[in-house]
C-alpha cells in the first residue's frame, strides 16, 4: 500500500508538471540550469503578444484557448454551429431569474425594449420613443441640453436660418413650470431643432411681452406650405373625434388617420389615452391620431369600420385617399406597439383589413346575385361568364330609384348561362383592387382570361323608369362592339342620367 501510494504521488506530480503549460503556469515554462538554479526562459521575440490566461466572458459565456485550457478549435465547423445556441442557453441558464424580476420590475413586455437610467434614478427610467436610427439623436437629447440657449438676436438668427424648422421658447424664467414642459417636449420631438431665451432683447425683437413658443418653418411655396404648416399645427397632437372637430379633422388634408376606439365610461379604457399620445409625436404631420368614443359621437362611424360598440377597446389605421383599412392581427395599446404598426402601414408591410358580409343562402338563385367581399372574385372573374355589378350604398337615393330597373334586367338575362346580373353594398364589403368612390357605380367583366388585370366598367346615376332600363339593355347588348364605335350609342360604355 505504501509502495502504491508512492507511485499514486509521483504520478499527481507528473501530472501537475505536464499540465502547468496549458494553465499558463509560468512556472511550467522555466529551466533549469546545470546547477539547478531556476532560469527563466528567454524570449525569442520582444514583440510578440503575450495572451493571458485570464478567463474571458463574450456573451455570458467563457472563452477559452490554447493558454487557458484548449478544448476546441476555432477552424472546426462544428464549434461554429454550436457556438450561438451555447451562448443562447448560458444566457438563459445564469439571467434567467435576474432577467424575470428586472422585467416585472420594470414592466417590460415587448422586445427589445430600450430604457434610459438617469443619476441613479431606479424608479422612473425613460422608455426610447422612436425608430432605431434615431437612438443617437434621442440619447444627445437626454443626455446633454434638449435646446440651445439664444442669447442675442445675431444667435438667434444664425439658429433659426440653420433649420428648415425649429422650435423657440421665450420665456421670463427659464426654470419655471412652462419652461421645464417645453425642455421635456424637446426631449421627445428629436427631428426638430429647439431653441430657448429669456433675453429681453429678443423678446422685443419678436414683438413678444410674454411666455410664447413660436414655430420658424422656410417654406418655398409660401401659400401652400403656410397653409399646410398652419393646419398641421392648428390641430391638437391627439384630435378628440366629435360633432365640433370632425370639420377640422377631415379638413386638415393629412392623408392618414390613425384611430383609438374607446369607451370613455370606462376608466381602464381611458387610461389608454397616454400611450396612444406618445406614438403620435413621431408622425405629426404625417399621419393625424384621434380618439373615437363609441359610447358618444363616434358610434356614428362604427358601422363604416364594420364595428359595434362592444369591439372598443381597439385600433383602426386609415388612408383617406381610398378608404383602405388596415388592423393589427392582435390590438396592442403600449407606445412602441402603435408606433412599429403605423410605421409597418406606411413602409407598405400590412395588408388591409377588407370589410365582408356573410353572404345569404340564396345570394346565387335569385336573379340578381347577391355578392359580398367573400365571394365577389369568383363570380366577377369567373372566365366563362360576362358580369354586370352594381355597387351600391343602402342610405344613397340614387341607388333606390334604380333598384327596380336593375331587378328587371336581372329577370331579363336570369336564363343565359354566360350573363350574370349582381349587386354588392360597397359600404359593407371592400374589394383589395378595386375602390368604390361613388354610389351607385357599374362595373361590367367581360368574359375572357386576365380578368384582374383590365375590365371595362361604367359609372353613372341613372333614373328611374324605363330609360334607365333601357341604358343598361344598351350597355350589354353593345359589349363586344369596338370600343372605337361605343361612343355612338348611348350607354355602350358609361350611362348616366342627363
Given at each position: 500500500?505504501?509502495?502504491?501510494?508512492?507511485?499514486?504521488l509521483?504520478?499527481?506530480?507528473?501530472?501537475?508538471?505536464?499540465?502547468?503549460?496549458?494553465?499558463g503556469?509560468?512556472?511550467?515554462?522555466?529551466?533549469?540550469?546545470?546547477?539547478?538554479?531556476?532560469?527563466?526562459?528567454?524570449?525569442?521575440?520582444?514583440?510578440?503578444?503575450?495572451?493571458?490566461?485570464?478567463?474571458?466572458?463574450?456573451?455570458s459565456?467563457?472563452?477559452?484557448?490554447?493558454?487557458?485550457f484548449?478544448?476546441?478549435?476555432?477552424?472546426?465547423?462544428?464549434?461554429?454551429?454550436?457556438?450561438?445556441?451555447?451562448?443562447?442557453?448560458?444566457?438563459?441558464?445564469?439571467?434567467?431569474?435576474?432577467?424575470?424580476?428586472?422585467?416585472?420590475?420594470?414592466?417590460?413586455?415587448?422586445?427589445?425594449?430600450?430604457?434610459?437610467?438617469?443619476?441613479?434614478?431606479?424608479?422612473?427610467?425613460?422608455?426610447?420613443?422612436?425608430?432605431?436610427?434615431?437612438?443617437?439623436?434621442?440619447?444627445?437629447?437626454?443626455?446633454?441640453?434638449?435646446?440651445?440657449l439664444?442669447?442675442?438676436?445675431?444667435?438667434?438668427?444664425?439658429?433659426?436660418?440653420?433649420?428648415?424648422?425649429?422650435?423657440?421658447?421665450?420665456?421670463?424664467?427659464?426654470?419655471?413650470e412652462?419652461?421645464?414642459?417645453?425642455?421635456?417636449?424637446?426631449?421627445?420631438?428629436?427631428?426638430?431643432?429647439?431653441?430657448?431665451?429669456?433675453?429681453?432683447?429678443?423678446?422685443?425683437?419678436?414683438?413678444?411681452?410674454?411666455?410664447?413658443?413660436?414655430?420658424?418653418?422656410?417654406?418655398?411655396?409660401?401659400?401652400?406650405?403656410?397653409?399646410?404648416?398652419?393646419?398641421?399645427?392648428?390641430?391638437?397632437?391627439?384630435?378628440?373625434?366629435?360633432?365640433?372637430t370632425?370639420?377640422?379633422?377631415?379638413?386638415?388634408?393629412?392623408?392618414?388617420?390613425?384611430l383609438?376606439?374607446?369607451?370613455?365610461?370606462?376608466?381602464?379604457?381611458?387610461?389608454?389615452?397616454?400611450?396612444?399620445?406618445?406614438?403620435?409625436?413621431?408622425?405629426?404631420?404625417?399621419?393625424?391620431?384621434?380618439v373615437?368614443?363609441?359610447?358618444?359621437?363616434?358610434?356614428?362611424?362604427?358601422?363604416?369600420?364594420?364595428?359595434?360598440?362592444?369591439?372598443?377597446?381597439?385600433?383602426?389605421?386609415?388612408?383617406?385617399e381610398n378608404?383602405?383599412?388596415?388592423?393589427?392581427?392582435?390590438?396592442?395599446?403600449?407606445?412602441?406597439?402603435?408606433?412599429?404598426?403605423?410605421?409597418?402601414?406606411?413602409?407598405?408591410?400590412?395588408?388591409?383589413?377588407?370589410?365582408?358580409?356573410?353572404?345569404?343562402?340564396?345570394?346565387?338563385?335569385?336573379?340578381?346575385?347577391?355578392?359580398?367581399?367573400?365571394t365577389?372574385?369568383?363570380?366577377?372573374?369567373?372566365?366563362?361568364?360576362?358580369?354586370?355589378?352594381?355597387?351600391?350604398?343602402?342610405?344613397?337615393?340614387?341607388?333606390?330609384?334604380?333598384?327596380?330597373?336593375?331587378?328587371?334586367l336581372?329577370?331579363?338575362?336570369?336564363?343565359?348561362?354566360?350573363?350574370?346580373?349582381?349587386?354588392?353594398?360597397?359600404t359593407?364589403?371592400?374589394?383589395?383592387?378595386?375602390?368604390?368612390?361613388?354610389?351607385?357605380?357599374?362595373h361590367?367583366?367581360?368574359?375572357?382570361?386576365?380578368?384582374?388585370?383590365?375590365?371595362?366598367?361604367?359609372?353613372?346615376?341613372l333614373?328611374?323608369?324605363g330609360?334607365?332600363?333601357?341604358?343598361?339593355?344598351?350597355?350589354?347588348?353593345?359589349?363586344?362592339?369596338?370600343?372605337?364605335?361605343?361612343?355612338?350609342?348611348?350607354?355602350?360604355?358609361?350611362?348616366?342620367?342627363?
Open positions: 500500500m505504501r509502495g502504491s501510494g508512492a507511485w499514486l509521483w504520478l499527481l506530480v507528473l501530472s501537475l508538471a505536464w499540465l502547468g503549460p496549458a494553465w503556469d509560468s512556472e511550467g515554462l522555466e529551466d533549469k540550469d546545470d546547477d539547478g538554479e531556476v532560469v527563466a526562459e528567454e524570449e525569442e521575440d520582444e514583440d510578440d503578444d503575450v495572451i493571458s490566461d485570464e478567463l474571458v466572458e463574450e456573451d459565456v467563457l472563452v477559452l484557448h490554447e493558454h487557458n484548449a478544448r476546441y478549435a476555432p477552424w472546426c465547423g462544428h464549434c461554429q454551429r454550436l457556438a450561438p445556441e451555447f451562448a443562447q442557453a448560458a444566457a438563459r441558464l445564469r439571467n434567467g431569474s435576474e432577467a424575470t424580476a428586472l422585467s416585472n420590475e420594470f414592466g417590460i413586455h415587448a422586445y427589445p425594449t430600450l430604457k434610459l437610467f438617469r443619476d441613479g434614478n431606479r424608479t422612473h427610467p425613460l422608455a426610447y420613443s422612436g425608430r432605431a436610427t434615431g437612438i443617437v439623436r434621442w440619447m444627445q437629447r437626454r443626455a446633454g441640453p434638449s435646446t440651445t439664444l442669447q442675442d438676436t445675431d444667435t438667434a438668427a444664425a439658429f433659426i436660418n440653420a433649420q428648415d424648422i425649429v422650435v423657440v421658447g421665450f420665456f421670463k424664467d427659464l426654470q419655471g412652462a419652461a421645464q414642459a417645453f425642455y421635456e417636449a424637446a426631449g421627445e420631438v428629436v427631428d426638430v431643432a429647439f431653441g430657448v431665451t429669456k433675453a429681453d432683447e429678443l423678446f422685443e425683437a419678436y414683438g413678444l411681452s410674454v411666455d410664447t413658443v413660436c414655430l420658424f418653418k422656410k417654406v418655398s411655396r409660401a401659400g401652400e406650405g403656410l397653409t399646410r404648416l398652419l393646419r398641421v399645427h392648428s390641430l391638437e397632437l391627439v384630435m378628440e373625434f366629435s360633432n365640433e370632425s370639420s377640422r379633422i377631415f379638413g386638415a388634408n393629412i392623408p392618414h388617420h390613425m383609438l376606439f374607446l369607451n370613455k365610461t370606462v376608466e381602464e379604457q381611458l387610461a389608454l389615452r397616454d400611450d396612444f399620445r406618445k406614438a403620435a409625436s413621431n408622425f405629426r404631420g404625417k399621419v393625424l391620431f384621434v373615437v368614443d363609441v359610447d358618444g359621437y363616434g358610434a356614428t362611424v362604427l358601422s363604416f369600420f364594420g364595428m359595434t360598440p362592444a369591439d372598443a377597446p381597439t385600433l383602426r389605421f386609415i388612408k383617406m378608404n383602405r383599412k388596415y388592423q393589427m392581427a392582435e390590438d396592442a395599446f403600449t407606445a412602441t406597439a402603435v408606433r412599429d404598426f403605423v410605421q409597418a402601414v406606411l413602409d407598405g408591410k400590412v395588408k388591409p383589413h377588407l370589410l365582408s358580409q356573410t353572404p345569404p343562402e340564396d345570394w346565387d338563385t335569385r336573379p340578381v346575385k347577391v355578392l359580398v367581399g367573400k365577389f372574385e369568383q363570380v366577377a372573374f369567373d372566365e366563362t361568364k360576362n358580369v354586370f355589378v352594381k355597387f351600391y350604398a343602402p342610405w344613397c337615393s340614387h341607388c333606390k330609384e334604380m333598384a327596380a330597373a336593375w331587378e328587371e336581372g329577370e331579363r338575362y336570369k336564363d343565359h348561362e354566360d350573363i350574370v346580373i349582381a349587386e354588392m353594398d360597397a359593407a364589403n371592400e374589394l383589395e383592387n378595386l375602390t368604390i368612390r361613388g354610389y351607385p357605380t357599374l361590367y367583366f367581360p368574359a375572357g382570361p386576365g380578368r384582374k388585370v383590365g375590365y371595362k366598367a361604367c359609372v353613372g346615376h333614373g328611374k323608369g330609360w334607365a332600363w333601357a341604358s343598361l339593355l344598351i350597355f350589354l347588348l353593345f359589349r363586344d362592339q369596338d370600343p372605337r364605335e361605343q361612343h355612338r350609342h348611348r350607354g355602350a360604355e358609361s350611362v348616366r342620367h342627363g
